[in-house]
């Protein structure tokens, strides 16, 4: 039986003048989201770091019954900070019925090149793991920074930073508060925290 194909289901996020593009590798099936954006699944924590670090609450991007993020404020305080976000890949097959990026072959890469023509005040990209940073690196021929480290690459006539995050999923296992120090670390570099 042959595996189908999955398009990516949303827009890349590009708020003017943003800063940090952010890529993870793909969401997840939409039975797993709370909410139609990034990050949607509740076991994943990229919204609590990011609420725990900004707002010292952890609980800060969850509605009021905490049975689904809220889109609205995530959305602004993305376009507040100028935070872009989008993946790595745009068409993947699912080889298990789950969210792992171990068992998620990349059909079609995205073209990370164009986001980049749309964000000309970018200079700082993050991968969050492993398999979003593997496939950046291969577009750009770009050394794979350790965990919570970055390197370096020209793009066009533009210096980027290249931060390599842990993943946000609870699979990865590492404290949300461990986690978070990688994140804090990358945001105070950028001058975002």
Request: with cysteine.
């Amino acid at each position: 039986m042959e595996i189908e194909t999955e398009q990516h289901p949303l827009l890349p996020f590009l708020p003017n003048g943003a800063r940090l593009l952010m890529l993870g590798s793909f969401p997840p099936q939409k039975k797993r989201w709370s909410m139609d954006f990034y990050y949607p699944n509740l076991n994943n924590d990229m919204w609590r770091i990011t609420g725990f670090l900004f707002f010292n609450d952890k609980h800060y991007f969850l509605n009021e019954t905490h049975k689904a993020f809220c889109r609205e404020r995530i959305i602004n305080f993305l376009t507040q900070k100028g935070i872009a976000l989008f993946d790595t890949a745009s068409t993947v097959r699912r080889l298990k019925d789950n969210a792992s990026d171990k068992f998620l072959e990349i059909v079609t890469p995205t073209d990370i090149s164009k986001l980049l023509y749309q964000l000309p005040m970018c200079h700082a990209i993050a991968t969050t793991g492993e398999k979003a940073t593997d496939t950046l690196c291969k577009q750009f021929e770009v050394t794979p920074p350790k965990v919570g480290d970055f390197s370096e690459f020209m793009f066009e006539n533009r210096l980027l930073k290249l931060y390599r995050m842990p993943s946000s999923s609870r699979a990865y296992p590492l404290s949300l508060e461990k986690k978070a120090d990688f994140y804090r670390n990358m945001y105070q570099r950028i001058g975002m925290l």
